[in-house]
């Protein structure tokens, strides 16, 4: 297992992260490393309990790192509830935990998330559900050296970042179509989108904003926003 504090898509971010592999996952980790294992959990599989486990396991390192302690709850929209003070995100996919906390004081809001690249059907699927037709018309017609199964992977991972990230002031799921891609810079790792739909202050229609990405390996890619 791996866990270390490591850069963000532009610097700023510590991220905590651990590769795993649920196949054997015994649930005694979580009384053994006193991680508290949500009811609803108590009879999933061991894969869904794995994840959790993991994925709260970087959560504490997250926290120890600004020198915090205190249990990361569950809310009603089993989104992660972080100790006064705190704000953060948490991401897993296929054997692999990642988490942030930052200070308040410091940010509103932060969401991170990794995903593996789709391919094939998954691949179709995210161009009909994530994308509006202004997006698949802008992306069809963009000259970008990333190819385009990463791409708008990236931009599916982008979006999940930005709604992690402002959960907490909306309170609400958001479709895909709330935001909307309108730029990319390679050089700099951002993908830029404006908001379409209203939604809380800042967020208002045309408000425009970045979130970093970062190309990991073993087919996989990472993005985060912080506001």
């Known amino acids: 297992m791996l866990l270390a504090p490591t850069p963000g898509a532009d ?14 996952f015994d649930v005694a980790c979580f009384a053994e490393h006193a991680i508290v294992l949500p ?10 309990q794995g994840e959790f486990f993991f994925g709260r396991w970087c959560g504490r390192a997250a926290l120890a790192y600004h020198g915090r302690e205190g249990t990361i709850g569950v809310g009603p929209a089993r989104e992660p509830l972080w100790p006064r003070g705190v704000t953060g995100s948490i991401t897993h996919s296929h054997g692999i935990a990642a988490a942030v906390a930052v200070p ?21 699927a995210l161009r009909q ?3 509006s037709a202004r997006e698949r018309a802008w992306l069809a017609a963009l000259d970008c050296p990333i190819a385009p199964d990463t791409l708008l992977t990236l ?3 982008a979006k999940e970042s930005f709604y992690k990230g ?6 609400r799921f958001l479709d895909f179509d709330a935001i909307e891609i309108v730029g990319i810079d390679t050089e700099g790792r951002r993908l830029w989108f404006d908001v379409v739909h209203p939604l809380d202050p800042p967020f208002v229609p045309g408000f425009r904003f970045a979130v970093g990405y970062t190309l990991l390996e ?10």
Request: with cysteine; charged share 20%.
């Open 11 to 24: 610097g700023a971010l510590e991220l905590f992260y651990t590769t795993f592999d649920t196949a054997h």
């Open 39 to 48: 009811p609803a959990l108590a009879h999933a599989v061991p894969k869904r």
């Open 104 to 124: 308040r004081s410091t940010c509103r809001g932060v969401g991170i998330d990794i995903e593996t690249v789709a391919q094939g059907r998954s691949l179709q």
């Open 129 to 131: 559900v994530v994308l």
């Open 155 to 157: 931009v599916f991972s």
């Open 166 to 171: 402002v959960f907490e002031t909306v309170r």
């Open 218 to 227: 073993q087919g996989r890619v990472m993005t985060d926003f912080r506001w």
